[in-house]
């Protein structure tokens, strides 16, 4: 069968389309519930000390302070509560962030089946999957909780492997991932259901882990997949603004993660915890802004510009911050050398040399970055320098008309290109007058 067959219809009505949106909204007034009355039990949660190890409190006190975390805050001036207070406001503004993108995608499009399955991901993914310690402190402090909960645990976890098994065509592609998806689906209720089923058998624990590598490495191949040999230039436009999304949020939440991996901070105190809450769940935010763009508004931004630009700036800011603090380090020891103590000529002289750098190092990170990743932009600027240099030298009109017309097929890359110059119409004695 033709990969490019004519797709189902993408639009619900009559009765199915009733039928979608009171389901939306039941699971949307479940969830909303869920983020309003954890909040209570998230500031007990957040309030209370743990006193096991630090291990222990990293994977089930989540947030949770140490009592040397405690006797931090004392020194600092602030109390429990008021650490309590931050994270639970930093939690709720991020769950009502993804649940409002998801709204207005739902009112903008909810007759779209596609944009309600996204709005529908946006709704529960983050509360109940990838942030889930409030609704499990919900479920541990009123365990009349636990069915609402669950259920809407499985609903993100469906509604999220379905996302990126069919953004944005809505069609499984290839055809034989639909039973991938059925698959994946399966586990993550048997997971939700019974959460300690595979944590009783090593065997059980690595098949759970070969499954779960078995959905990254299959969604990556079926976006590759999908973006390459069937989505429109739209579609492809869409996708990257998900990627784009998707990829800033993983580099955001590792520049937080990083500074304790390489042990210049300690990770338990309730300072670094706050920043690791905060830094999270900011870098997650790009998510939904950025599905959100992709499925209302993604015809009114160029993301290939957007791409560009984050490349050119965040390699040259990576490199200027190495740069900078070298340089202050090797002057700092020159200074040591010569004069016996430190100087904040270093802290100057290396400003100084940033600053002197900037642009050259711009031009030639933007000239890099587009041979490598938009070599038609690049070609095209390298073919418009060398037609304004013909411009200076040549005096022949019909060649000059024959190198614009080339010129215009290089760069704007047209289906037909052609040159009509318009004749001179005026008598021989006003020219005659002119000259």
């Known amino acids: ?24 909204v039941a699971v949307a007034i479940a969830v909303l519930a869920i983020v309003v009355f954890s909040a209570p039990s998230s500031f007990e949660h957040f309030r209370s000390v743990c006193t096991a190890t630090f291990e222990t409190c990293s994977e089930r006190a989540v947030g949770r302070p140490t009592p040397e975390g405690v ?69 541990s402090s009123q365990p009349a909780w636990r069915l609402s ?10 509604c999220s492997m379905l996302f990126f098994l069919l953004f944005p065509s809505g069609r499984f592609m290839p055809r034989w991932t639909r039973w991938l998806a059925v698959a994946f689906v399966a586990y993550f209720v048997i997971q939700t259901l019974f959460p300690a ?74 300072f670094v915890l706050l920043l690791f809450n905060i830094g999270f769940t900011s870098s997650f935010l790009l998510i939904p802004l950025s599905v959100g763009v992709a499925v209302v508004r993604s015809h009114l931004f160029d993301i290939d510009v957007l791409i560009n630009r984050t490349l050119v700036y965040g390699s040259l800011t990576a490199l200027l911050i190495g740069l900078y603090f070298v340089g202050i380090v090797v002057l700092q020891r020159l200074f040591v050398v010569l004069t016996g103590e430190k100087s904040t000529l270093a802290v100057v002289a290396s400003t100084l040399l ?38 200076r030298n040549e005096t022949d009109l019909d060649a000059l008309s ?34």
């Open 197 to 270: 089923l595979y944590s009783r058998s090593p065997v059980l624990e690595g098949i759970s882990f070969i499954v779960f590598l078995g959905i990254v490495v299959s969604v990556t191949w079926s976006l590759v997949y999908r973006y390459r040999r069937v989505s429109s230039a739209e579609q492809r436009r869409q996708t990257r603004w998900v990627v784009f999304g998707a990829a800033l949020a993983i580099a955001g939440s590792f520049v937080f993660q990083l500074p304790v991996d390489l042990q210049l901070i300690g990770g338990d105190t309730p």
């Open 149 to 158: 909960v669950q259920g809407a645990q499985i609903v993100g976890s469906a």
């Open 354 to 391: 940033i600053a002197a750098l900037f642009n050259p190092f711009r031009h030639r990170i933007q000239s890099f970055i587009d041979r490598c990743f938009f070599r038609g932009k690049y070609d095209a600027r390298r073919t418009l320098e060398a037609f304004s240099a013909t411009l």
């Open 402 to 435: 024959d190198d614009l017309v080339v010129v215009v097929r290089e760069t704007m890359q047209p289906a037909h290109a052609s040159l009509w110059l318009r004749p001179d119409t005026t008598p021989l004695k006003r020219r005659r007058t002119n000259n």
């Open 1 to 24: 069968m033709s990969l490019h067959a004519s797709p189902p219809p993408a639009t619900l009505r009559g009765s199915w389309l009733l039928l979608a949106r009171v389901a939306w």
């Open 71 to 139: 006797r931090a805050l004392q020194d600092a001036g602030l109390s429990l509560s008021t650490y309590a207070l931050l994270n639970v406001a930093v939690d709720k503004v991020a769950d009502f962030v993804w649940i409002a993108v998801g709204a207005l995608i739902f009112l903008r499009r909810s007759d779209d089946r596609m944009a309600l399955l996204v709005s529908l991901f946006l709704v529960t993914f983050w509360t109940t999957t990838v942030d889930s310690t409030d609704a499990e402190v919900l479920v």
